[in-house]
């Protein structure tokens, strides 16, 4: 089975930046969607942004679209998320995940499990 091994989180100020890595172990992941998802203390887990296997195409949550990048490395089996211009409600645990997509929807692959996620908090 696949593992995904999240990391790069930490505390920031609002308006700041981090990035996200996502390295994958068990095989190679270069014809797979990969996504970020989310989850806040309290919610359900939500999608934040994915991309497919040749990075050509995109998808980002109406929340992070325009402050967010997505970016994929086939060669090091890696998915990064750039956050940019960071708020508060950013807070959350971040898990990187094998995607399938379903016309304009990106679930989690049947194949892929959760890791451990890294958690970002965002002060005001």
């Known amino acids: 089975q696949v593992q995904l091994v999240e990391s790069g989180g930490g505390l920031v100020q609002a308006g700041g930046s981090l990035r996200l890595s996502c390295v994958a172990s068990?095989?190679?992941?270069?014809?797979?969607?990969l996504g970020w998802f989310r989850q806040a203390p309290g919610k359900e887990r939500e999608i934040v942004a994915a991309?497919?296997?040749?990075?050509?195409?995109?998808y980002y949550a109406d929340s992070v679209k325009g402050r967010f990048i997505i970016s994929r490395d086939n060669a090091k089996n890696a998915v990064y998320l750039k956050m940019n211009s960071l708020k508060p409600e950013d807070t959350a645990v971040y898990y990187c995940?094998?995607?399938?997509?379903?016309?304009?929807?990106?679930?989690?692959?049947?194949?892929?499990?959760w890791g451990q996620g890294t958690q970002v908090t965002v002060s005001s």
């Open positions: 991309i497919n296997w040749s990075g050509g195409t995109t």
């Open positions: 068990g095989r190679t992941f270069s014809s797979d969607g």
């Open positions: 995940v094998l995607v399938v997509r379903y016309g304009s929807t990106w679930k989690p692959s049947p194949i892929s499990s």
